[in-house]
Structures are given as C-alpha cells and as structure tokens.
C-alpha cells in the first residue's frame, strides 16, 4: 500500500536533532465549542507539565484552536520544535491508542506508522444501465469530486410489449447497456493507468456490473472487487458496500505482511533478520526493505540509542557517533528504518468493539525484509 504523506514530511524531521514536543490527540467532534475548547486547554496543561517549552505549547495550544476539514472522527498528530510548529497531520479515522501529550529526545512514530492505511486511495464504482458514478475515496470518505459517466438512456428499462417488437427492443436495449459500459470502462481504465488506485470495488446492477467487468482492461479487472448490491438503487444501503471496501483494505495490509515475512524466510532465512540485534545489525547496514513491528512493542521497556547520524541506531556502543537518548526499541528501530528508506509495518491489535480486551499473546519480535542476503 501507499506510504502515508504524513510519513514521508516526518522523515527528513528525524534527522534533526531534538527534543520535540508533540500531540497526538482526538481531532474535532461534534461537541459544543465551549466543551472544545476545555479539552484544548487539557492538553495545554497537560503539555506544561511535560516540561515542554513555553513556546511549542503556545504553538501547539495555536494550532488546535484551527480546524482540521476532517469529519469526526478523527485524529491530529502535532509536532513542534523551537516554538514552531513543523507537522501538524489530521488522520482520517479514530485516535488509535491512548493520547500521546509529550516533551521526547525523538518524536514518537505509532501514531503515524497506526494511520498508514489512511492515506490508500481507492476508486469507488457504482454503475448503472444508464452510466455510473466514479469517486475517490480515503479511509471511507470522499477525496475528489465525484465523476458521473452519463451513457444513452434511450430505449431503458426493457419494454415488455410482446412479439417482434418486444424482441427488437430487447436487444435495442441489450446494445445500449453494452456501450454505456463500455464508456464507464474507458473512464476506469483511464483512472488506473494515470492515479493508480489500490484497488476499485464496483457495486449497482447486476447486469451492468457484469458488463463492466467484461469490457475492463487486464490491469483494472486485476484490482477490481465486484460487490453484490445495487447501491443506485432508491432506498439501497451502502453497508454492504462499505464492509466490502473494510475487508479490501484488511486484507492489503496482511498481504503485505505476509509478503514481508515470506520474502524474509527465503533462502534458509538469509533474506531476513529475526530479533531486535539482528534487525538493529541490518538497520545498521542500510540493509531493511521492509521492518516489521508488534504494535505491543511499543508497551515494552526495551530502549536503544538514537544516534545523530549514520547508523541512526545503536544499544550502547554509539559507534562514535552523538546520541539523542534512549528512546523505546520500537521508536528507534522504526526512525532507523524510515532514514534508511526502508518500509515500516505495524501489526496491529484488532478490537470488534473500542472496550474489548486485546488477545492473550506475547510480543512478537521485530522482523526484517532484507535487499540482499544476509552474509
């Protein structure tokens, strides 16, 4: 999938040298203002207790009294340096986790690496006989302004007059749905080729998405996901649609961790590293493609040095290059891993319902996707 834009604008921040103040907060609701407001000055305090700076807590207090143009629910990720606001990401969706309200040698990377999936763009198509209607979405919400691909509607629906002439309009009508997809298809295929989609789920009716998928081009039916209910329909329920494009996104990001984790057993394992020290060791060597993390590593006490430049990570020796701290594992390896451009996943827990309790299990073990064999 995509990275996040969010990621790719912190990356360069990590080679700063810090500390940070940073707010990983609820973004606007739909409560009174007066209610908005008390939480603003919750995290104004709870920032100047943090020991941050006057100045960044200005900065960021500034900040959050703005909008964000995200409907609820969803999250801000503010980070500021010397007074100065330099990233101030509005996530779609939820606040994942607790809220992050913090003065750190390194800025804290979950919250970010936990919205990834925000950021894939997808190309929702809901067709009819008589055209169809194509837009952009993100994290479930509209991110363009919609297309509508407007065919012939001449001699629709299917008349039942009987005989000779029932059959003529039959296949007179038969035609006309055939070149009304034909032309929702070009329109497809144009969007795949030019913005390139995760992929495109298709709902309406039954016999024009059939036609659909039939005059599509290799590319586009490859990442087309036909969903079984007429959404044009009056009175229809975009649940089904909605669940679809859920269960789409789920399974793009356990491909990609599957992809990772196969790609990492390969060659008797040497296309991988298993463990903190051996992902650290690669880390060190520019080595990573692709670094896999357990959200719950996050929750450990494990810490490694950040360090200031080239190898960006260490456990103690520094290797002669000037430490920021010792931050959480976890923060470490993945600021080691986006400096080294390599890709970072998160494992995360799934929750049916926000209170559930989290699975039984221990910590997974970080794991890394080589570009070449280990030696």
Partial sequence: MPTMTELAEITPLLRRPGPWTVAYVDGPGSEPQVIEEKKQDAVRRRL???????ADVEAIASALRSGTGLPAPSARYLLAADGEVVLDAALDGPRHGSEII??????????????????????????????????????GRPSGEPLDVEGRTDALPKVQAGGWSHAKHQRTSEEIWKLNQREVAEAVDQAVREDRPAFVPIAGDGRARQLLLADLAEESRAIAVEVDVHTRAAGSDDGALESAIDAELDRLEADEVTTARNRAETDHGRRGAHGSSDVMKALQEAAVDTLILDERLWDEERTLDALTDVPWVDDGDRLGVGSLGRVPAADALARAALLTD??????????????????????????????????
């Fill in 342 to 375: 390599a890709r970072v996943l998160v494992e995360l827990d799934e929750f049916d319902e926000p209170d559930d309790e989290r699975e039984s299990r221990g910590t997974r073990e970080p794991l890394a996707a080589l570009r070449w064999p280990a030696v």
């Fill in 102 to 139: 913090a003065h750190t040698p390194v800025p804290p990377l979950l919250p970010l690496l936990a919205h990834q999936d925000a950021g894939v763009e997808y190309l929702v198509v809901e067709t009819g006989r008589e055209g169809a209607r194509l837009r952009w979405e993100r994290a």
């Fill in 48 to 54: 100047e207790d943090s020991g941050a700076p006057d």
